[in-house]
């Protein structure tokens, strides 16, 4: 089944333990994004990568990370969460001149 | 100004009825355009595209007006699982750059 899988769906940590969410999909996707959605904000970029080894800041990088060294996987790392940081985040995927993404099941984080 | 605006809602409607609801956007530049759905604490799932010339799908019908910088989505004859939170999404000149509006809530009644 063609997806996007997100691990993990729940997780609560505290200020400042470095963590990271990691991102699959089996699609053979070239566009890949990491998305944060807040109640009245909508759904805001955090990065995104055209193919392997190539990322780019999207609308909320600040204290995010994020690796492409395989097509298929791209984590999200958080090095020292904050509470700020507490959101629903989803990635997703779409190929090259494709048209509307697919998403993960997402993850939702809070921070302590 | 927001990039992509929506109507939060919520809508609040019968069963039957037929509702629409209306997002516009800044960049003149736009490429591309969506209606995604959102269930509660769930993912969002693309609805369906949006072109110039109007497409449809079913009950659903999507018309982009360029010239006044907004998408509609239509939803005839709604049913009770069309409740759910609709996001108007707009692609930029840039492939990977998409901007997600608010979303709009929508509540079918019985």
């Known amino acids: 089944e063609a997806q996007v899988t997100q691990n993990p769906r729940y997780l609560i940590t505290v200020t400042g333990k470095k963590l990271t969410v990691t991102c699959s999909q089996n699609?053979?996707?070239?566009?890949m994004s990491w998305y944060r959605q807040d109640p009245g904000l909508g759904l805001r970029q955090i990065y995104y990568?055209?193919?392997?080894?190539?990322?780019d800041k999207g609308d909320v990088p600040e204290g995010y990370k994020v690796s492409r060294k395989e097509k298929r996987n791209f984590p999200l790392i958080l090095e020292s969460p904050s509470p700020n940081q507490t959101s629903l985040y989803f990635c997703?995927?779409?190929?090259?001149?494709?048209?509307?993404?697919?998403f993960g099941s997402g993850t939702r984080l809070t921070v302590v | 100004r927001k990039e992509v605006e929506q109507d939060p809602g919520p809508f609040n409607v019968p069963e039957g009825a037929t509702v629409a609801f209306n997002c516009t956007y800044s960049?003149?530049?736009?490429?591309?355009f969506f209606w995604y759905r959102q269930d509660c604490r769930k993912e969002p799932k693309l609805l369906m595209s949006?072109?110039?010339s109007g497409n449809e799908d079913g009950r659903f019908t999507a018309q982009l007006n360029r010239a006044s910088q907004y998408i509609s989505l239509l939803i005839r004859d709604s049913k009770l699982s069309d409740s759910a939170t609709y996001l108007c999404?707009?692609?930029?000149?840039?492939?990977?750059?998409?901007?997600f509006g608010s979303g709009t809530r929508l509540s079918i009644r019985p």
């Open positions: 997703a995927s779409k190929r090259e001149g494709g048209y509307g993404y697919t």
């Open positions: 699609m053979n996707h070239e566009y």
């Open positions: 990568s055209m193919n392997v080894e190539v990322t």
């Open positions: 960049n003149s530049a736009s490429q591309s």
């Open positions: 949006v072109y110039s």
């Open positions: 999404v707009v692609n930029t000149s840039s492939a990977s750059k998409i901007i």
